[in-house]
């Protein structure tokens, strides 16, 4: 899965890239090397194995070349690519940062059942209880938190909970969550091919149910629309900080569509499209939902969401 990078690089970074017991790699600008081991929530140096500048700057342009089929230099300094294995690789070139600045974040493909995230406490039983039947309801879901936390996760777990029989279609940034439905079509966005345009064009292909990879921009708006229209049964993600702050910024995604509609407006429609938040976070070594709200409208006269918090957080031993 590494083939691209690892003939660019010293034997020693080459094992810490292959070695199974790191989630992440990070390389400074200043050549100093970070890992992050798998089950652990802190970053560790390793010192002695940093690639030289001629050796990152090799195996950001292969990764360029073969996966955005282009340079990647002073002009084109950012690099965001994912390998065949589903691995992300992030990097960075002078002159927006003094060396290269490379980020790996490998892809470890461990999928769970509902079932099995209450037995490692990744959620209560009465979070389950109410996920399982707002599924069953074709209620809307919108799971937020930070990046790692186990976002993709849980959307993971709860796709597996649909009927086999309903038609699903899964529209990711980059492709990311496995296809094993039956009746599955995955839309992943491109160069000139938004989120958007792929939620405008999924209604033409007759969907049961519209999985969201992650919300970001003005995809909200339209998103909402869908939902709204008799598109139920949704489950998306979103980065937040609660689940209350989810809320409030699809409100603000959803401005970015330029509709001119009053935010209250738009605060009103997510008040009838979304039934329940799942907040996540990490802590520790553990990725929990340490929150569960339930939706039930928006109150214009007081600019407030109508919520019930579900108790019942798993503990975090």
């Known amino acids: 899965m590494f083939e691209l990078i690892l003939p660019h690089l010293p034997p020693r970074f080459q094992e810490a890239i292959l070695s199974p017991d790191y989630s992440e790699i990070c390389v400074n600008e200043n050549g100093r090397v970070f890992v992050e081991a798998v089950g652990s929530n802190a970053m560790l140096e390793l010192a002695g194995i940093a690639p030289t500048q001629a050796q990152l ?10 996966l955005a089929h282009r340079e990647a230099d002073e002009t084109n300094p950012i690099l965001n690519a994912r ?15 003094e060396g290269v600045v490379v980020t790996i974040r490998k892809f470890r493909p461990n999928w769970f059942t509902l079932e099995e995230l209450v037995a490692n406490g990744t959620l209560s039983f009465v979070f389950y209880d109410h996920l399982m039947r707002a599924v069953e309801r074709r209620e809307n879901i919108l799971i937020s938190g930070p990046t790692g936390s186990g ?13 086999e029989e309903e038609r699903v279609i899964l529209i990711e940034d980059t492709a990311e969550l496995p296809l094993q439905r039956p009746n599955c079509v995955r839309f992943t966005a491109r160069e000139g091919v938004s989120i958007r345009d792929l939620l405008k064009a999924s209604l033409r292909h007759r969907p049961d149910r519209i999985v969201v990879g992650e919300v970001r921009d003005g995809a909200a708006y339209d998103l909402l629309q869908a939902l709204n229209t008799g ?4 489950i998306s993600t979103l980065h937040a900080s609660s689940a ?10 959803a401005l970015q569509a330029d509709t001119g509609l009053p935010f209250a407006s738009i605060q009103s429609e997510i008040g009838d499209a979304i039934q329940y938040v799942a907040h996540m976070e990490r802590r520790g070594s553990r990725r929990q939902i340490i929150e569960l709200i339930r939706i039930t409208g928006f109150r214009a006269d007081s600019g407030s969401w109508q919520l019930i918090p579900i108790s019942g957080a798993p503990i975090c031993k």
């Open 57 to 66: 700057h090799h195996a950001v342009n292969a990764m360029a070349r073969t």
């Open 231 to 234: 598109h139920a049964g949704s």
């Open 244 to 253: 209350a702050h989810a809320l409030n910024r699809l409100a603000r995604l």
């Open 151 to 163: 976002k993709t996760t849980l959307v993971k777990a709860l796709l597996d909970s649909i009927p």
């Open 83 to 97: 390998l065949p294995d589903g691995s992300r690789v992030a990097a960075m070139l002078p002159p927006v940062t």
